[in-house]
């Protein structure tokens, strides 16, 4: 799930989240347990409700008893620049850190976004193709150096 969230209003989608899981804010409390970071329901009522705004740990902690992978971009644009862009599917959190680490599928990402439809579509079949026919990054097997016993 891919949600743009405007006025960074994290809460809304917390709670959608919650109530999809019959959860009260005390359960989510119960869940969020014991740890460095102490979590209230008061806390998250207010969170939920607009009224305050989580540090980045507390939102990690309501995130992880929630179960939510959660990738937060903070967009920066002049436009909307109180817009949040909320990635939450376990693949997408658990790549996209990795990826962005990585210069040429940043640059492919910023090239991709100015094709249209089509042409998008033919790269994705492009490197369906190429994944298809070759090994991962990670199983790709390292070339030995071989003895010179002359």
Do not use: W, Y
């Amino acid at each position: 799930m891919i949600v743009q969230v405007e006025n960074f209003r994290l809460g809304v989608f917390l709670k959608k989240i919650r109530e999809s899981q019959r959860l009260s804010t005390r359960d989510l409390v119960k869940r969020v347990g014991r740890s460095d970071v102490m979590v209230t329901a008061s806390q998250v009522n207010k969170i939920e409700n607009g009224k305050a705004n989580p540090g980045f740990q507390t939102l990690q902690k309501i995130a992880a008893a929630l179960d939510l992978p959660l990738v937060i971009i903070l967009d920066g644009n002049t436009m909307k620049p109180d817009t949040v862009t909320i990635v939450s599917t376990p693949e997408v959190a658990q790549k996209l850190p990795q990826t962005l680490q990585r210069e040429e599928l940043v640059q492919l990402l910023l090239f991709c976004q100015e094709l249209n439809r089509e042409q998008v579509t033919a790269i994705l079949e492009v490197a369906r193709s190429i994944h298809g026919f070759t090994q991962p990054l990670h199983e790709v097997p390292v070339p030995q150096e071989e003895d010179d016993d002359s």
